[in-house]
């Protein structure tokens, strides 16, 4: 978070989620703490959206632009202190079990071996794992860069075996069958879409 405006997505992202509600309620600060926590916004950390989010109710500015329509300046700023608020009351903070690795980690992987398949599009995996895939640096192919819980790190990569459009699963990892236990424990993803390579 090194630029003035990396306070901006989590507080945009807040404010765009709640410009239809009726009232901003502690309650639905409750709702929006926890989603953040559990599904952190874009590839920030759960200390930094909470960093983000206390920049942003004491020197941000125009916290409105998404729902000036229907919420004040002031009664957002006011809404993301109870976030903050709720966001303290849970810690310590569980980590989400999938963390966004930065796109330039990236070349860590060009030699790490396939351990799974997955028989799905770009688009329906990011719906299952709830995780972006954004162009590889080099080629321009469909990556999704990732740590789990464990530390151990992996990387999916769209249309690896571009005879069938078949995206790999890469990893370091030497207990390659550890890695396909946990993504099919905590994503959406299925024993017929996600299957051992070797």
Known sequence: ????????????????AVQFADELTDQLAAHHAHRLLADPVDILTQQQQYDAL???????NDLGRFAASSHSEEDLREFMSKVLTEMDRQRPWTPPPLQPLPLNRWSDFTDATPVARLTMSPLKAEERLRQPFRPAPDDGRDICPLALVSGTEIVLVANYWPETGAMAVLTHDTEPQHVIDY????????????????
């Open 1 to 16: 978070m090194h630029n003035s405006e990396f306070w901006r997505p989590p507080a945009d992202g807040l404010a765009y």
């Open 183 to 198: 993504l099919l424990a905590n994503t959406n993803l299925t024993e017929n879409e996600l299957m051992p390579v070797g």
């Open 54 to 60: 206390t920049y942003a109710v004491t020197n941000g």
